[in-house]
């Protein structure tokens, strides 16, 4: 169960509640604590989080403190969330993150990492909803999410990027991320801050992936030591191999802030039933010393990276339909897109790694969700 330090009730208290005090029948924590508890349990829409805290009766209303044993309608829902500012509704929600983090530090030997990555809510978008792009910064070993910031569109995610590293504790973390990221000014952002980072290299950096690829290029003895690791995976039908080599030679000759080490990572995947191959070579920086990540190190940073398309994207989009999700009025589909991420991060703090099998399990014993957020039933 959560500390108490960390509970989540109390982000949720820390919330500005935008409607009048007086005639409000329902506390903003109450609310917010019901449809977290109504995500853990697989319900979607803010119309069928209504639905699922009509269906429990005035006991669980009650302990979620709703004081006449009646929870709201979906028209309440809506007109809340559609008025809630959804940057102090992240804010919070990032520091009650930040703190489940601190208690929940990763295995021995494994650097504390962030992945930095874009979604777009597709669904908000088609409706013509707002800002509908979702920069996150995602925990690596829990697949937390600690920040969520709104981009008007995929082309600020840079300037939006500078925004949430400047939210987030780097200090001693790793921030990972995909070549579209790997800017000079964010490399030096997240050195000045205390921060590691491990940036893949492609066209938009033409003169350093020219220098990182001419590196692995010229003959070795020029080149010094070239450490290697490699893995070979089995699933999925398919044979998957990594291949990954490291140098430091550019360390010391680099302009690039914080530039330590460059990677050349080689992937073949292979058909068991076809035979069919693929190949990719893709390149990267980072600002880890060799001393402080070798080459398995730095082959485990870039696969978890990868990962969290996996263990963020793929359940916010399958398990919760969030593609699908046409909410799209004032901050609707931001704080839905909050709270999805929080009710994950809740379930992947406790071990969870199948999160569609948690929810039915939540689902057929809905007070075990909201024995996750603290609350329990009334003995009086």
């Not at 840079?158 to 490399?187: K, N, S």
Request: hydrophobic content about 45%; charged content about 20%; proline content about 6%.
């Amino acid at each position: 169960m959560l500390p108490r330090a960390c509970s989540l009730l109390d982000a949720f208290a820390a919330i500005p509640d935008p409607r009048s005090p007086l005639g409000c029948r329902y506390s903003l924590p109450s609310v917010l604590a019901l449809a977290t508890a109504a995500m853990l349990c697989g319900y979607r829409s803010y119309s069928a989080i209504a639905e699922w805290g009509r269906n429990y009766g005035a006991p669980l209303a009650c302990a979620l403190g709703f004081r006449a044993g009646k929870t709201p309608c979906a028209a309440t829902l809506n007109g809340l969330f559609r008025r809630l500012d959804h940057a102090r509704v992240e804010q919070a929600l990032a520091a009650w993150a930040e703190a489940v983090l601190s208690e929940c530090p990763p295995p021995d030997g494994a650097h504390p990492a962030l992945a930095l990555d874009g979604k777009t809510l597709r669904g908000a978008r088609k409706q013509g909803g707002l800002d509908t792009h979702l920069l996150s910064a995602v925990s690596h070993h829990l697949g937390l999410t600690l920040h969520q910031h709104a981009v008007p569109d995929k082309t600020n995610e840079i300037t939006a990027a500078a925004d949430v590293l400047a939210a987030l504790v780097l200090e001693g973390r790793v921030v990972t991320m995909d070549a579209m990221l790997t800017q000079r000014a964010l490399a030096a952002q997240i050195v000045a801050a205390g921060g590691q980072y491990v940036m893949l290299v492609k066209d938009n950096q033409p003169s350093l992936l020219a220098d990182v690829v001419v590196t692995f290029e010229r003959p070795h003895w020029l080149l010094g030591p070239q450490p290697r690791a490699h893995t070979v995976d089995l699933g999925h039908g398919r044979i998957e191999h990594r291949a990954i080599t490291t140098s430091s030679v550019m360390a010391g000759y680099s302009t690039w802030p914080g530039l330590e080490q460059v990677f050349r990572l080689e992937r073949t995947r292979e058909a068991k039933t076809t035979g069919e191959r693929e190949h990719e070579v893709v390149f990267g920086i980072t600002s880890l010393k060799a001393r402080e990540a070798g080459p398995e190190a730095l082959l485990q940073l870039v696969r978890q990276h990868w990962t969290i398309e996996n263990r963020s994207h793929w359940v916010r989009d399958v398990t919760f339909d969030e593609d699908r999700s046409q909410a799209h009025v004032g901050a609707i589909p931001h704080v839905m897109a909050a709270l999805r991420n929080t009710a994950i991060g809740l379930m992947r703090e406790i071990g969870e790694t199948n999160i569609a099998a948690a929810c039915r399990r939540f689902a057929a014993q809905p007070w075990q969700a909201l024995a996750l957020l603290g609350i329990y039933p009334r003995t009086e």
